[in-house]
């Protein structure tokens, strides 16, 4: 699945934003699979805690 987001990134985000660079030479840590993958499993992570968390509690109630 890492390998998915990070192919993603590289062919379809990174193609979208590296025109960007030439008007606005900043540091786009999206274009970076890397980083992609990583918020990406950050965020799945965060929501499988919390959706977790409260399907256990209603079960408890």
Known sequence: MV?????????RIAPLLEPRLDTNPTFTPEVIP?????EVFENFHK???????????????
Do not use: I, M, P
């Open 34 to 38: 890397t980083f992609s993958s990583k």
């Open 47 to 61: 929501f499988c805690t919390r959706d977790l968390s409260r399907r256990f509690s209603s079960f408890l109630n």
């Open 3 to 11: 390998n998915a987001v990070r192919d993603y990134t590289q062919n």
